[in-house]
Nanobody, 124 residues
Framework: QVQLVESEGGLVQAGGSLRLSCAAS????????MGWFRQAPGKEREFVAA????????LYADSVKGRFTISRDNAKNMVYLQMNSLKPEDTAVYFC?????????????????WGQGTQVTVSS
């Protein structure tokens, strides 16, 4: 069992940066693939980024590639999402998720544990 708690999001101007954090409970955090998803109003939840248990492999949605960076610190049971060059279309509720398996996945149904979500709003 893993419990995930995202840091507070916020309001940022277009072109700005924001870093999200996700704190995980549980002694097996280092064995989980971790991901970030987001859901904008009126839209389905979509994949943003994921990172392997070791941190050696990452995957990004095309829409955020080159702007967002996912990382993790297994010693602290933390995963991060650094978001740069933010755009108004990045506005959404962002969710941290954990996948108890080896392979990275972009499918939300492959992730067993979810945080409560945090609002990120990018103004134009």
């Amino acid at each position: 069992q893993v419990q995930l708690v995202e840091s507070e999001g916020g309001l940022v101007q277009a072109g700005g940066s924001l870093r999200l954090s996700c704190a995980a409970s549980g002694r097996t955090f280092s064995s989980y693939v971790m991901g970030w998803f987001r859901q904008a109003p009126g839209k389905e939840r979509e994949f943003v980024a994921a990172i392997s248990w070791s941190g050696s492999s990452t995957l990004y949605a095309d829409s955020v590639k080159g702007r967002f960076t996912i990382s993790r610190d297994n010693a602290k049971n933390m995963v991060y999402l650094q978001m740069n060059s933010l755009k108004p279309e990045d506005t959404a509720v962002y969710f941290c998720a954990a996948r108890p398996a080896v392979g990275i996945s972009v499918r939300q149904y492959d992730y067993a544990y979810w945080g409560q979500g945090t609002q990120v709003t990018v103004s134009s």
